[in-house]
């Protein structure tokens, strides 16, 4: 684009790079958004299914309908964890809204727990 300009050109080719560059701000702001978006609406979708299946097992609920919801095979015999986890500290830390650190344990955990089966739990 700029190899054929003149010097009497370069106002025309900064308003030209100023509008692509304009462009590549707005695309890519719309990408993040639509991505952001599908992905936390994914995650909230996943999240409810895996919190199903701990109800149904714990209400005798429908478990293999919980199960195949979380993406999750449950065998024909199975063993229920119960886990009382003890107040981390960010819990206390000035600053820190005890609920989000609370949410950021139980994720540690969770992904503890599919680390050591080698599976999602």
Known sequence: MTSA?????LPAVVA???????????VTQAV???FFHEH??????????RQALPAALLDGGPVRQAAERAGLAVPECYLVLGVAIGRHPDENARGVDPVV???????????????QARDRC
């Open 101 to 115: 650190a609370a949410r950021r344990e139980l994720r540690r955990l969770r992904r503890e727990f599919d680390r």
């Open 16 to 26: 030209v790079h100023q509008l692509l560059l304009e462009y590549s701000r707005l």
């Open 5 to 9: 300009a003149e010097p009497a050109d």
């Open 40 to 49: 936390r609406a994914a995650f909230g979708e996943e999240r409810s299914a």
């Open 32 to 34: 993040s958004a639509g």
